[in-house]
């Protein structure tokens, strides 16, 4: 399959948090001049509504708690970014849910949202990318006969380098993923990973504009490249960010999951 890269037609923000840094609004995106989603919006209470909290045991008997969206025969596991929960995930989840996928996102170790949003065990640090090997048999024991892993920032990370490590997993999507999880360039981890691969981030992100070109030529196909117009980081593009670069990267991952 041909690389496929798609850019935004859309107002860049300034330059986007880091890795591993907290969520913050866009200062250039303003409300006056943001065009409203293509895409049907879901409010805390109607995600809630559509899901179900579920727990599972993940790497060394570990309890996770997460929340299953939707139901299908293609699954896509969401993991988020750190700091943070699956609060990241949750409306886009829904969204994916709508259009007839099942979804599951979860609280990295040691994360502890509370309430609707659960709280899983361990260690916040902790190696996680072993955990998603229970959550992709979590959604094949609901139906799915086909599993994509994907996130945000860690997320992607811990996605990518899984799959490297034997993840039985049929696809991934990787966000504004960063360099060297577990100590393995992430040029040499998308070139080992011979899934279809959906790669986003945002052209002006600080943490991908060096490392974005040379995972783009180092990545073996199947492989789908999207360039976002914004500065955003990880799931900060479909919150804060610009709705139409937001809808850009909506469509990608719903086209990208048609051909799964």
């Given amino acids: 399959m041909a690389t496929a890269v798609v850019t935004a037609l859309a107002v860049a923000s300034c330059a986007g948090d880091g890795a591993g840094s907290a969520p913050r609004p866009s200062a250039s995106v303003s409300a006056s001049t943001e065009v409203a989603s293509e895409f049907a919006s879901f409010d805390r209470a109607e995600v809630l509504s559509v899901s179900e909290p579920v727990r599972f045991r993940g790497a060394g008997g570990v309890d996770l708690e997460g929340r299953v969206f939707g139901s299908g025969d293609v699954g896509v596991v969401l993991a988020h970014m750190r700091p943070g929960d699956q609060s990241q995930w949750i409306e886009f989840a829904a969204l994916l849910a709508d259009h007839g996928y099942l979804l599951l996102t979860y609280d990295h170790r040691g994360v502890c949202p509370g309430g609707e ?116 980081h990880g799931t900060n593009i479909l919150e804060f960010g610009d709705p139409a670069v937001a809808d850009v990267f909506r469509r990608s991952v719903l086209d990208f999951l048609a051909t799964i």
């Fill in 117 to 232: 949003l659960g709280c899983s065990g361990g260690k916040t640090g902790d190696v996680g990318w072993e955990d998603l090997a229970f959550a992709v048999e979590l959604l094949r024991a609901r139906g799915a006969s086909r599993v994509v892993v994907g996130g945000a920032s860690l997320g992607a990370m811990e996605s990518l380098y899984a799959l490297t490590r034997g993840l039985d997993a049929d696809g991934l999507i990787w966000m504004s993923g960063a360099d060297l999880y577990g100590g393995v360039p992430v040029t040499d981890q998308v070139r080992a990973v011979r899934v279809p691969k959906l790669l986003a981030t945002g052209e002006f992100d600080s943490d991908a504009v060096e490392l974005r070109p040379a995972v783009e030529r180092a990545a073996s196909p199947p492989k789908h490249v999207v360039l976002l117009d914004t500065g955003e």
